[in-house]
């Protein structure tokens, strides 16, 4: 049960509660997916403070804790709850997520003087998080495999001449018929030099026949993310093919190094060492991947200074690139599982 182990978690860190405000953790312990919410967690119990918008939704969905309603502001609701909750004696240690509630969060909470105390402390859901656990592998499977089929209608409708924008609405129409919840993120179409540009938003450039086209996009599904990347290479284009083989090149080589064990940063060595003997060190300059599920981002960090240890059940992208400034960018995006032994894929990297 993920809500034991989440109190097992507390009781090793030697925190007596916990308050959780990042709204991917409320959905993995407890089911709920609105767009506000906090719990606070003590005594072995967890209440989750929603407004009126939630409550029917939390009482319907959310398991392993007592939807409250948040009248008012969520500052006074939760206050109330800790005014209600607090016992004379020794003042109980909660735990905030330091990289996510802000400082004048904090400093309003401590301003209460209630008979707590405050301890930021790491993002004890995310550990947890790390590791996938099968289901959630089948479901970010799906997600990849309902955003490979979006793209493979839609590629033979992108045309030269249609500008990023256009492309990128056609995209993510075929993201929703194949059963988006949303975006995982703004889609990235890129054509020509504007490829060179890792997170370059969609314009209204039109796409050339002689330019490479870049990809990068994913949707939700059941709340969990699919992140990918392609590149549609230009009829005759001798340098865009030996850089997309290159780039191929390193993502064999890192999925070659996954491991239980592997330092995430032996994984990103891969391929950089590669693209560097290519020729081509000085144009790859971010880590070579990131976790994925609950949210687009997350741990593991897979980077030349990732020092997490790789374990089964680890899901994250392997996304090489070379981008060379006023000219063209590849990347290749694909996702991978650590396994036992080794890794598998969740995407097609064929497709």
């Not at 870049?214 to 230009?234: E, Q």
């Not at 880590?287 to 680890?314: F, I, Q």
């Amino acid at each position: 049960m993920r809500f034991q182990r989440f109190l097992n978690q507390l009781q090793e860190n030697r925190l007596d509660g916990f308050l959780i405000s990042r709204l991917s953790n409320l959905h993995y312990l407890f089911g709920f997916r609105g767009s506000a919410g906090l719990a606070l967690c003590l005594g072995g119990r967890a209440h989750l403070l929603v407004d009126s918008r939630y409550l029917q939704q939390a009482r319907q969905t959310a398991h392993d804790c007592t939807p409250c309603l948040a009248e008012g502001s969520y500052e006074s609701a939760l206050r109330g709850l800790m005014e209600k909750l607090q016992e004379d004696g020794a003042a109980p240690r909660i735990g905030v997520e330091e990289n996510h509630l802000t400082w004048a969060w904090v400093r309003q909470i401590e301003s209460w003087e209630l008979n707590y105390q405050i301890a930021p402390a790491q993002d004890l859901v995310g550990v947890l998080r790390r590791c996938k656990e099968a289901d959630e592998i089948a479901l970010i499977r799906e997600a990849l495999r309902l955003a490979q089929t979006a793209l493979g209608q839609v590629r033979p409708r992108l045309r030269p001449g249609m500008s990023e924008i256009e492309m990128a609405g056609e995209l993510e129409r075929a993201l929703r018929r194949q059963g988006a919840e949303g975006y995982a993120f703004e889609s990235i179409v890129a054509g020509g030099e504007r490829s060179a540009l890792p997170h370059a938003s969609a314009s209204d450039r039109l796409w050339r026949a002689d330019e490479l086209l870049l990809v990068d996009f994913g949707l939700r599904r059941r709340g969990y993310h699919s992140d990918l990347t392609r590149v549609i290479l230009p009829p005759g284009g001798e340098e865009e093919k030996r850089v997309a083989e290159i780039v191929r090149q390193a993502a064999g080589k890192a999925v070659a190094a996954i491991k239980p064990g592997v330092e995430a940063r032996a994984v990103d060595q891969a391929a950089r060492q590669h693209i560097a003997e290519a020729g081509y060190g000085d144009y790859f300059g971010h880590g070579l991947g990131h976790g994925l599920g609950l949210d687009v981002h997350e741990a593991p960090r897979v980077s030349k200074t990732g020092t997490e240890v790789l374990a089964e059940g680890m899901v994250f992208t392997v996304e090489p690139g070379i981008y060379l400034p006023g000219r063209f960018g590849v990347r290749i995006e694909d996702v991978v599982a650590v396994t036992r032994d080794g890794f598998e894929y969740l995407s097609d990297p064929s497709l």
